[in-house]
């Protein structure tokens, strides 16, 4: 699929097909070897500091304890509370050393041509605020964190000046309570390369 318009969709394939490692191995013994070739913002994926600044860091250096089992928060807004999201939606919160998941409601477009216009978004203001607080990764259910009207990426910079990750292109958070949960989205450990996509998934308190 194509997540982000002007992007490649990825393309999957067998290195070695099954069929033709029979060749290589004993009577009754075969394999696959797959192979993809993918841009690295394809799906559900997370943004480290080093997709934005050259000196922050990449995959290989993100904190786990940034994204691995942490205390999450869903902040869920109503379908008619607009595009931008500011400062406002976020203050009954606590969102200091959680995960911050931001539920808009636009994955119901996920995988459809409305999903890449008109996607709600965080302001300027929003980011700065989260970056205040501390949150440790911050998530949301839409095509960008930013506005992409303009070329400007100002929650984009700020979250991750702050080494705070990003991820996008999340679903299902509809299914999230507002608290009592924790968060997990951890890309591959990879050395000069800022972007990658993640297998999100929270787990809930007991």
Request: proline letters at 5%; one cysteine or more.
């Given at each position: 699929m194509?997540t982000?318009?002007?992007?490649?969709?990825?393309k999957?394939?067998?290195?070695l097909?099954r069929?033709?490692?029979?060749?290589?191995?004993?009577p009754?013994t075969?394999?696959?070897?797959?192979m993809?070739?993918?841009?690295?913002n394809?799906?559900?994926?997370?943004d480290?500091p080093?997709?934005?600044y050259?000196d922050?860091?990449?995959?290989?250096?993100?904190?786990?304890?940034r994204?691995?089992?942490?205390?999450?928060?869903?902040?869920?807004?109503?379908?008619?509370?607009g595009?931008a999201?500011?400062?406002?939606?976020?203050l009954a919160?606590?969102?200091?050393?959680?995960?911050?998941?931001?539920?808009?409601?636009?994955?119901?477009?996920?995988?459809?041509?409305?999903?890449?216009?008109?996607?709600?978004?965080?302001?300027?203001?929003?980011?700065?605020y989260?970056?205040?607080q501390g949150?440790r990764?911050?998530?949301?259910?839409?095509?960008n964190?930013?506005?992409?009207?303009?070329?400007?990426?100002?929650v984009?910079?700020?979250?991750?000046?702050?080494?705070i990750?990003?991820c996008e292109h999340?679903?299902n958070?509809a299914a999230?309570?507002?608290r009592?949960y924790?968060?997990?989205?951890?890309?591959?450990?990879v050395?000069?390369m800022?972007?990658?996509p993640?297998r999100?998934?929270a787990?809930?308190d007991?």
């Amino acid at each position: 699929m194509v997540t982000y318009k002007g992007l490649p969709a990825p393309k999957i394939s067998d290195f070695l097909s099954r069929t033709d490692s029979r060749a290589r191995y004993a009577p009754g013994t075969e394999f696959v070897i797959g192979m993809i070739e993918m841009c690295s913002n394809t799906g559900t994926y997370v943004d480290s500091p080093f997709h934005r600044y050259p000196d922050g860091a990449d995959l290989a250096e993100l904190d786990l304890g940034r994204l691995a089992d942490v205390e999450a928060v869903t902040i869920e807004l109503a379908r008619d509370a607009g595009r931008a999201i500011d400062r406002a939606a976020l203050l009954a919160h606590d969102v200091a050393h959680r995960a911050v998941l931001v539920h808009t409601g636009w994955d119901r477009h996920w995988r459809s041509d409305a999903y890449f216009t008109g996607h709600p978004f965080l302001t300027a203001d929003a980011a700065r605020y989260l970056a205040e607080q501390g949150a440790r990764v911050v998530g949301i259910d839409s095509f960008n964190i930013d506005d992409t009207g303009g070329g400007d990426r100002p929650v984009h910079s700020t979250l991750l000046a702050a080494g705070i990750p990003i991820c996008e292109h999340l679903t299902n958070l509809a299914a999230l309570p507002a608290r009592g949960y924790r968060f997990s989205a951890v890309p591959v450990k990879v050395t000069g390369m800022g972007t990658f996509p993640v297998r999100a998934y929270a787990t809930l308190d007991t």
